[in-house]
């Protein structure tokens, strides 16, 4: 079955930095791809889906980039602040049966913005 | 707009008791509906997806055993017994296809063991 790696488990960076998270998946037929933000306390919240082969997705203040050749998908937080403090989740999903797919969850990376 | 509801929101389970849980659907266009769970240290794994009302299933994981049942289009029901440790239990709901693929979670059950 399809497995998922995230990395790395624990980042910490500061105010305004980068922060760059990766997962690799093993399935070629993976078709859809999320990741999904956890901030303590609280359910996990879709930040953003990517579909194509390779895809740059923009949103307010990240990018995802799906490489489908490579199996990697990583989102990139430019200018962290500190509202970016929380868990990351990536996910895949497998383009199985019908509206019955199994969506594998990376382990997740607790992120840190320190002022 | 809030795609799922459940309750209770957080539940003590004396060891050795059942609890159950409900999540109701909000939204008929996300009609596969999942049980996730989270472990203490995070950790989230699926645990099962039902479709049509009368669908139930079971599983046996470390640290709890698991039956769902979909009881009707708007609502999954979760019995958890033989729990030995805390954990958050989130129902899912997702679409068929395309713009509906993406999974929407529930707001969770905190399960804490006495």
């Known amino acids: 079955g399809e497995q998922v790696e995230q990395r790395p488990p624990h980042l910490s960076v500061r105010e305004g930095d980068s922060a760059v998270i990766t997962c690799t998946y093993t399935d070629p037929n993976s078709y859809y791809f999320f990741w999904y933000k956890q901030e303590p306390g609280a359910s996990l919240q879709l930040l953003m889906k990517?579909?194509?082969?390779?895809e740059i997705n923009e949103g307010q203040g990240f990018t995802v980039l799906l490489n489908k050749k490579d199996k990697r998908l990583s989102l990139n937080l430019t200018a962290a602040h500190p509202g970016d403090s929380a868990a990351y989740f990536c996910a895949v999903s497998s383009l199985a049966n019908y509206g019955n797919e199994k969506i594998t969850f990376g382990a997740g990376t607790k992120l840190t913005i320190k002022p | 707009v809030t795609l799922l509801e459940q309750n209770p929101r957080w539940r003590l389970v004396p060891r050795g008791q059942a609890v159950n849980l409900r999540c109701i659907l909000k939204n008929s266009q996300y009609p596969w509906m999942s049980w996730y769970q989270q472990d203490l240290q995070k950790q989230l794994q699926w645990l099962f997806t039902?479709?049509?009302?009368?669908?139930?299933?079971v599983k046996s994981l470390p640290g709890a055993d698991y039956l769902a049942t979909r009881v009707t289009d708007t609502e999954l029901r979760l019995q958890v017994a033989n729990m030995s440790q805390g954990r958050t239990l989130y129902c899912t709901c997702?679409?068929?296809?395309?713009?509906?693929?993406?999974?929407?979670f529930g707001p969770g059950t905190r399960l804490t063991v006495l």
């Open positions: 039902l479709r049509s009302p009368g669908d139930k299933e």
């Open positions: 997702r679409g068929d296809w395309g713009v509906y693929a993406e999974q929407f």
């Open positions: 990517v579909f194509s082969s390779t």
